[in-house]
């Protein structure tokens, strides 16, 4: 069964502080990856696409990195603010077949204390 | 630009009551989707369409029916609601298929509770 399982579930670290977060998947034919960030009460905004042939890219303060091979992949965010206290979804698209599928995670909860 | 423009933020529905959250974009995209989020679970496709006029079931779609008569819009339709559709419900759109890196914009979802 396809999956995208995110680790961890939440997390608290203090501003201006460094985290990455962990995204593995068992998506088979794999087509591309996402993160994307969604505050409370809000909609999910996109950070990142990569696909199979990429293997980091960034957004700002925001570096994602993709290993097709190990089917993983990590969202790593650099000095902290207050406002990136959200929660940070993993979504795999699937290629080929009809249904335009993207698979999401459940999404790591970051709270960024001052 | 507005994006994706989701009616109502908020509802309460009493079971077996039908009603229709809205969706439009102004962004001219073909692809547009309704996804649920419950709590502790990832987003489930509930309908998604390819252009107006064109219609197909996602993950989830019992208990739900769409339309898509022009690009801009793609109401949803409850019918019968049931407490299982207490959700947030999200719509969005993109450009291009998921496989070929279309990025999905999201509203900014529609909270229902069906008691």
């Known amino acids: 069964k396809n999956q995208v399982e995110q680790s961890p579930q939440s997390l608290i670290i203090l501003e201006g502080k460094n985290c990455t977060l962990q995204?593995?998947?068992?998506?088979?034919?794999?087509?591309?990856l996402r993160w994307y960030k969604q505050d409370t009460g809000r909609g999910p905004v996109s950070l990142t696409i990569?696909?199979?042939?990429?293997n980091t890219k960034s957004n700002g303060r925001y570096t994602a990195t993709l290993d097709a091979d190990t089917k993983q992949s990590s969202l790593h965010i650099t000095a902290s603010q207050l406002s990136d206290s959200a929660s940070y979804i993993c979504v795999v698209s699937e290629q080929g077949g009809a249904t335009n599928k993207l698979i999401f995670g459940t999404g790591t909860l970051l709270a960024v204390q001052p | 630009n507005a994006g994706v423009t989701q009616t109502p933020k908020f509802r309460i529905l009493k079971i077996g009551q039908s009603m229709t959250l809205q969706c439009t974009q102004d962004m001219n995209h073909n692809y547009m989707y309704w996804y649920r989020q419950d709590p502790g679970m990832g987003l489930k496709l509930i309908y998604y369409?390819?252009?107006?006029?064109?219609?197909d079931k996602g993950e989830v779609p019992n208990g739900y029916n769409v339309s898509r008569s022009t690009t801009e819009d793609f109401p949803l339709r409850l019918e019968l609601a049931a407490p299982s559709q207490t959700s947030v419900y999200f719509c969005?759109?993109?450009?291009?298929?998921?496989?070929?890196?279309?990025?999905?914009?999201f509203g900014e979802g529609s909270r229902l509770t069906v008691l």
């Open positions: 990569m696909t199979f042939s990429e």
């Open positions: 369409s390819v252009g107006a006029g064109i219609t």
């Open positions: 969005a759109s993109s450009d291009r298929l998921a496989e070929n890196a279309g990025e999905l914009f």
């Open positions: 995204c593995n998947y068992t998506v088979s034919p794999f087509s591309n």
